[in-house]
Structure formats: structure tokens, C-alpha cells
């Protein structure tokens, strides 16, 4: 007797209830309407972006200079190769303390080589997002990014222990980093559209074609090779069912607020194509991931006693995300985000069962009263909840299996306009003119509202602050809780003229409970992050909310904003440093890292390339040693007066 995927009602998730997302325009004909979607009162200005109603006609915009983009160039193995390299000298220029020279030529010298890189400076950012021409050492001999990677690499490495390993593993991930972005260019040139029936929210996580700017190998996945993997990559819009496993409830795990059991709805998930065997659990993981773990020992001891079962790929398809793990189906009323033991960027990304219960825990804090109040403050902004979990146990064994998930909500409806950051901003090389979905929100606004863009990238940065950062800083405040809320784990939702109008944070690994001021939340949440692993002293949330939202997010926004030649860097860290200003003022708790962003000389930043070459996997190491940061100037106090 098999379970009927299809009988299963739909989940009901009493307490859940969520931020709204105004209803989009109305549909053409035939489409299908959004489905309704209950929420508070939401009061709209006349215009979403104010001051973007008051321009004039006639103005002269930036144009784009597509035919001198290095990034343009119509080989994808060229274009792939410059987005390396320019990405690797971002990171050693920022992580090197190197000041951009003037004159419009850099010149970085390599001490440890005796060597000198000389690149033309196309841009230069008061954030760090510059962008170069062709790049050469000072004899003339021209560098790929392989070469550059092996020059930086030894000049990071120098003198350490373990050097030559750590040079070796860097080039090697630069090596398939800039491989695969040049086969993601290449298959997203010749269909530079989405699919019909592609929802705003999976176009945006399926476009970040070339991975985090200011990161050495942004798109190395190492381990993941073969035919198969092209399936999982969501540059290449992939898709692939679920692979499934019965678990004897004797070594099964889980809890959740769903409505049903966390195994009744992920059985659901199946819509009937798998059938499982009476009294078993069932658990779905991600298809690389299944054909991993089955080597491993302790599963392949549940799997020959009969404790875990292994019935194979079934079901509807599911679409990877910008995370490469977390998968999507529109419709579905939630989201999985499976374990994988691949190495991405600068960690393995196999979930932990303290993050299990980190995410589950922080949903239940919410629904017990500091959604209430946050909604209060900031009615737009919600967080994206992680509404429950399952894993395997290995009898005798410690630590995690390999086959955790975690049952994430799925708020978003088809035409929802909720995007990710990351990939709102993204360049995109993949289609003729390179520009993002920002740029081209940007310049239809400014068209429509006759309006420079200039002053609509303005009055769309502001919005943009008030919706999603101002309650980041609020909760940071008010309650000594950080988000790791960089531009991957915000999302931003926009109304129909494409402003501003809500924000999302998502992601279980990046809480950080103050354990000076966490006594506040502990009404909601006894204990307050104590045994959730990210319990921790206010100067490490303040060094970690300055970098993730400070740096990553908002001044990366303002990198990307000033290098598509939308907006002027420097009126833009203007206005944020006036919303600083204000916040300085309405929350005197979180002052010290207000300050800090405001008037201190230098902010301390993440230095991937140092991480990297010192093999850190940021979810193994204690919190406060989880990568190498460096003091970097800080632009924000440079606009004073």
C-alpha cells in the first residue's frame, strides 16, 4: 500500500500569517490570477518613488558603452576569463589596503614575484566595485586569470604553512569558477530568455550569471562534475525531481509547524510519482547529494539493514535558487533547502542540525510576539520562515548524516515581484546591452516619469533603505539581534512601477543573538540563542551586521548602481549615511555600530581571497573565527559634511 501524495490536503500553518505583497496588475486575459493572499492594511504614497515624479523632460541620460565592456566580448570564454580577473583584483586591491591611483592606470606590485600588474582603470569606485581593461605585467607579457590567480595566491600565501597546497587549491577553483561561467554564457547567450511561466522571483535567483564581484571563485563547485551537474545549476535555469528515500521512523527525526507532520507534507511533495513503503518517513534530498551519501558509512549501514530505503528520483521538477541547494516549484507551498556536500565559495554547504533547529526556533520567536512589534515598527519587512525539519540519525554515530533538510515557506505567488538582491544588481553578460534587472527597472521608471535616472536611482536607493535596512538596524537596536543580511539573503519587493515597497531576509546560518541585550527577547524565546549556536558578544553582530549589511549589501548596491552608470557612488553613500544619521538617533542600543559606520576611519570587511587561501570553511570554525577580515576605508564617513 503505497501513500497517495495527491489525497494529502494542502498544509495549514496556524500563527504563520505574512507580510503582505500588494496584489500585482491586473492579468491579461487568460492568465491565471495570483491567489489570494490575506494581510493587514497597506497604505501607499501617490507614487511608490516620490521624488522620481518630479522631473522634467528632455534630460540627457548615461548611455551604455557596450562596445568597449570586456565583459561584452563576444567569446564567452573571453568574457568569462575578464570577470576573473577583475574580480581577483577587486579582492587584492581591497584586501591589500591598495589605493587606486588617479591617473587612470592601475600599477599593483607583487612583492613576493617581484612582479607589477598594470590594468586601465574603466571605473573607479569609492566602494571597491572598479572595473578594468586588459591586464598585463609591467614587462608586457599579458595575464589570463589562471596566471593571475597563481601570482595573487602566492603573494597571499607567502610564508605561510602550507603554502604551496593553498596555492594550488585557489587557481584550481579560479580554474572552474571561470570554466563554468563561460559554458553558463555560452548556453544563456543562445536562449537569453526565461521560459514562459518563469516567476519574477526564480528569474532574479537564476541570473547572478557571474557570482559575488568581490569573491576569487565565485562559481566553483568543487566535486560537482559530469553531464548531470549541468541539471542543478540555476545559471542554466535547471531542474531536476527530487530523489527519495523511505526512513524507518526509528531513526528519523524532525519537528515543524506545518499544520501536519513534517513527513505528511513532504510526502505531499511527491503529487503521487513515488510510493513508499507502509510505516516509513518520507525524505526527499537533492539528486547529488542522494548518490553521495551513499558511499558514505553510517547511511550505507541504515541502507543494509533495512533502516533507510532508497527509491530513487521521482515526482514534479524543482528549480535550483542562487543558493545551488535551496530548490523552488511555483505553486509549491514551500521551499527545500537540502543538504549538499559541495564546496561552494568558501564552505561545504551541508546543513547542520543546530541550523535546523536555529530556523525553526527563530519562526516560533516571531509568531510569539516579535512579528507583532516588528510590524508595527516596519510593516513591510518580514523574515522568509523556516517553518520546520527532518534528518536521519545514525545509530551510534555523531553529527549530521548527510540527508538534513529543512522545510522553508514558500510566501511568493506567480507573480509575486520579489526579488533577490544579488541578482536584481547583477551585470549580465548573457544578454546584448549587459544590463541588469535593476538598470532596466531603473531606466523604464525614469522614461516613464520623465524623470533623469540619476534622480530615480536616487529615490529608488531610498526606498530601498526604508523598506529593508532600516529594519534590519531596528531589530539590531531594539533587540540585539543581527542578520546576516547580505545581498544573497535579501530579497526586495517591488511594486508594479518596479519601487521599493517591502523586504525579506532568509537564511538559518546568519542569526546572531547579542548576549548583552538578548534578555529582551527572551519573553518570546527563553534563552534567547544560548543553545543555538550564534550566542555572542555585541562587537562580533557589530562586525558582522557592518560587513554583511553595511559593506556587502548597501555599499555593493551602491558598487553596482555606480559601475552601470545608473547613479554617482557618492550621492548614494550620502543618503545612506543621512538614514544612518536617523537611526543613530531612534535606536540608542545599537549606537556603537552606527558610529562606527558613520565616523569610524576604517570598517572591518571580509577578505575572501584571504579566506580562501587560508582554507577556512566559514560553517566549521568557532563564529568568531569563521574568516579573515581586514580594516578597509570607510567611504561612509568620507561624505561628512
Not at 215 to 222: E, F, K, L, T, Y
Request: with cysteine; glycine share 10%.
Amino acid at each position: 500500500m503505497s501513500t497517495s501524495a495527491e489525497a494529502l490536503p494542502e498544509p495549514v500553518r496556524p500563527g504563520s500569517q505574512r507580510t503582505p505583497i500588494p496584489a500585482p496588475a491586473p492579468a491579461p486575459a487568460g492568465d491565471e490570477p495570483s491567489p489570494a493572499r490575506a494581510h493587514p492594511a497597506h497604505i501607499e504614497p501617490e507614487h511608490p518613488c516620490p521624488e522620481a515624479a518630479l522631473g522634467t523632460a528632455g534630460h540627457t541620460e548615461p548611455q551604455d558603452d557596450v562596445e568597449s565592456d570586456p565583459l561584452l566580448d563576444p567569446s564567452p570564454s573571453r568574457a568569462a576569463d575578464h570577470a576573473a580577473i577583475e574580480n581577483l583584483l577587486r579582492c587584492r586591491i581591497r584586501e591589500s589596503g591598495t589605493a587606486l591611483p588617479t591617473d587612470g592606470t592601475l600599477r599593483l606590485p607583487l612583492p613576493a614575484t617581484a612582479s607589477t600588474v598594470v590594468a586601465p582603470i574603466l571605473y573607479r569606485s569609492e566602494t571597491g566595485m572598479h572595473r578594468f581593461g586588459p591586464v598585463r605585467l609591467s614587462s608586457g607579457v599579458a595575464l589570463d586569470a589562471t596566471t593571475l590567480a597563481v601570482l595573487l595566491a602566492i603573494e597571499a600565501a607567502h610564508g605561510r604553512v602550507g603554502s604551496i597546497t593553498a596555492i594550488a587549491d585557489m587557481t584550481d577553483r579560479v580554474i572552474d569558477s571561470t570554466r563554468r561561467v563561460a559554458h553558463h554564457l555560452a548556453e544563456r547567450r543562445k536562449v537569453p530568455e526565461d521560459v514562459p511561466g518563469t516567476t519574477p522571483f526564480l528569474s532574479t535567483e537564476q541570473s547572478i550569471v557571474l557570482g559575488h564581484p568581490m569573491h576569487p571563485s565565485p562559481a566553483s563547485r568543487q566535486g560537482m562534475y559530469g553531464p548531470s551537474s549541468l541539471r542543478y545549476s540555476p545559471e542554466l535555469r535547471g531542474s531536476f525531481p527530487l530523489h527519495w528515500f523511505a526512513v524507518d521512523p526509528s531513526v528519523a527525526v524532525y519537528d515543524g509547524d506545518l499544520g501536519l507532520p513534517v513527513p505528511v507534507v513532504l510526502a505531499a511533495l511527491a503529487k503521487g510519482g513515488v510510493d513508499f513503503p507502509p510505516g516509513t518517513v518520507a525524505l526527499p534530498a537533492h539528486p547529488w547529494q542522494a548518490r553521495d551519501v551513499l558511499s558514505r558509512p553510517g547511511v550505507a549501514a541504515l541502507l543494509d539493514r533495512g533502516l533507510l530505503r532508497d527509491l530513487g528520483p521521482g515526482g514534479p521538477a524543482w528549480s535550483a535558487t542562487s543558493s545551488i541547494r535551496t530548490v523552488y516549484r511555483s505553486g509549491a507551498a514551500v521551499m527545500l533547502k537540502t543538504s549538499l556536500g559541495v564546496e561552494i565559495t568558501n564552505s561545504r554547504r551541508e546543513n547542520h542540525r543546530g541550523e535546523l533547529r536555529r530556523g525553526l526556533a527563530v519562526h516560533r520567536m516571531l509568531d510569539a510576539g516579535l512579528k507583532r512589534v516588528m510590524h508595527s515598527a516596519h510593516p513591510g519587512f518580514d523574515v522568509l520562515r523556516d517553518l520546520g525539519w527532518i534528518a536521519v540519525n545514525i545509530p551510534g554515530g555523531r553529527g549530521e548524516s548527510g540527508l538534513e533538510l529543512v522545510v522553508r515557506d514558500n510566501p511568493f505567488g506567480p507573480r509575486d515581484r520579489v526579488h533577490c538582491i544579488a541578482g536584481l544588481a547583477a551585470p549580465r553578460p548573457d544578454l546584448p546591452r549587459g544590463r541588469s534587472m535593476l538598470a532596466e527597472v531603473l531606466y523604464t521608471l525614469a522614461a516613464r516619469t520623465a524623470t533623469p535616472l540619476r534622480e530615480t536611482a536616487e529615490s529608488w536607493f531610498r526606498r530601498y533603505l526604508d523598506v529593508l535596512v532600516a529594519p534590519i538596524l531596528w531589530l539590531h537596536g531594539e533587540y540585539g539581534l543581527g542578520l546576516e543580511a547580505h545581498q544573497q539573503n535579501t530579497l526586495v519587493v517591488l511594486d508594479t512601477d518596479g519601487c521599493p515597497i517591502g523586504g525579506r531576509y532568509r537564511g538559518n546560518q546568519g542569526y546572531y543573538f547579542s548576549a548583552e541585550r538578548g534578555a529582551r527577547l527572551a519573553r518570546w524565546l527563553p534563552g534567547a540563542g544560548r543553545d543555538l549556536g550564534t550566542w555572542c558578544p555585541d562587537h562580533v553582530i557589530d562586525e558582522r551586521l557592518g560587513y554583511y549589511l553595511a559593506i556587502n549589501n548597501v555599499l555593493g548596491l551602491v558598487g553596482a548602481m555606480g559601475a552601470q552608470n545608473l547613479a554617482d557612488e557618492g550621492a548614494l553613500i550620502s543618503i545612506f549615511r543621512n538614514r544612518l544619521v536617523r537611526t543613530r538617533a531612534d535606536h540608542p542600543a545599537g549606537r556603537p555600530l552606527v558610529e562606527r559606520l558613520l565616523d569610524g576611519a576604517t570598517l572591518r570587511c571580509k577578505a575572501n581571497l584571504l579566506t580562501r587561501v587560508a582554507g577556512l570553511d566559514e560553517l566549521e570554525v568557532p563564529l568568531e573565527a569563521q574568516s579573515v577580515y581586514v580594516d578597509i576605508p570607510n567611504p561612509i564617513a568620507d561624505v561628512r559634511g
